[in-house]
């Protein structure tokens, strides 16, 4: 299930190390994105 997350995150939602985003400047929901993606991310690659 989460290979499949993991493939819909790549696809559909934004990618901030493309954009050079700092962290410490990011808002709120951009840091939610990134938690997101790595908590996906990682639960793809466990097994």
Do not use: C, H
Request: charged letters at 30%; glycine letters at 2%.
């Amino acid at each position: 299930m989460f290979k499949i997350l993991a493939k819909l995150n790549i696809l559909l939602l934004p990618s901030f190390t493309k954009r050079r985003l700092d962290l410490a400047k990011a808002k709120k929901w951009q840091l939610a994105i990134i938690g997101w993606r790595y908590y996906v991310t990682k639960r793809a690659l466990e097994k």
